[in-house]
């Protein structure tokens, strides 16, 4: 798990550096984006082994950016997994539906987050995921 890369995607400054001081805590390698290009351009020189995607961005929504990368052959292996603040029935089918591979609704638990980004990294180590 140590060094592990990770970007987050999320146009929430707040957001970004709490997730980031517990994901750096726990030993992984993290980057962010305020937006979908930031993150295209960081993706050009950084090869997370998950992203963590707000559904919500200004510009090309998450949702979007997620299909695009899941459609190129050398990105589609990179673990997507969609959050949203509007957590509504339907939600987590359009998500997954969109490429994500799984989902979580905020606000963040900071209690799991380290231990709910380690079930999506290591589906078998963690008794099948999240």
């Not at 510009?59 to 292996?77: A, I």
């Not at 998500?95 to 609704?105: F, K, P, R, S, V």
């Amino acid at each position: 798990m140590a060094g592990e890369p990770i970007l987050l995607v999320d146009d929430n400054p707040t957001n970004l550096k709490l997730v980031r001081v517990l994901l750096e805590g726990a030993g992984y390698h993290v980057r962010f984006a305020l937006d979908a290009d930031e993150a295209l351009a960081i993706l050009h020189e950084f090869r997370p082994r998950l992203i963590l995607m707000d559904i919500q961005l200004p510009g090309m929504d998450g949702l979007t950016l997620t299909r695009m990368l899941k459609s190129n052959p050398s990105m589609r292996d990179i673990v997507i997994v969609g959050l949203t603040a509007y957590a509504m029935k339907g939600d987590e089918e359009r998500i997954l539906a969109a490429g994500c591979d799984g989902y979580l609704a905020k606000p963040i638990d900071t209690r799991s987050l380290p231990d709910v980004v380690a079930s999506f990294l290591h589906p078998t180590a963690n008794g099948g995921g999240p």
